[in-house]
């Protein structure tokens, strides 16, 4: 039961990230799943995929796009990509240990807050 309100807890907090800065959640979910749950990559990657699945941020979407600062031909289009991407991603990482999905999943990270931090 506690573990069960843990994951509710760290689903509201993402999801109030995922709000405030337009991020899908693994950024946050995964890491968590992996250092403070204990779980492995591929699971943790996998479980917050299928936690995306049926929300897919639509109630922060729906405010963004009442606030005029969504574009939905641009957003179905990006979503047709994610579709199609996320198969082959999803088939490539399960090619992978655990480790080097580990590896390249803080890689990316890394490189993407350092892009973030020290240019514009």
């Known amino acids: 039961m506690l573990q069960s309100s843990l994951f ?8 109030v990230l ?3 800065l337009g991020i899908g959640g693994a950024i946050f979910v995964v890491p968590v799943l992996v250092y403070a749950f204990g779980w492995e990559q591929h699971m943790a990657q996998g479980t917050t995929l299928a936690m995306l699945v049926p ?20 957003a179905a289009l990006l979503c047709a990509g994610f579709f199609i991407g996320g198969y ?10 655990g480790e080097a ?12 807050s350092l892009k973030m931090i020290f240019w514009k």
């Open 8 to 15: 509710v807890v760290l689903g509201l907090v993402v999801g």
């Open 18 to 20: 995922a709000g405030l």
């Open 55 to 74: 929300p897919i941020g639509i109630l922060a979407a729906w405010k963004y796009y009442q606030a005029g600062h969504a574009d939905l031909k641009v």
């Open 88 to 97: 082959f991603g999803g088939d490539f990482a399960n090619r992978l240990s």
């Open 101 to 112: 999905l580990r590896k390249i999943f803080g890689g990316i990270m890394l490189l993407i």
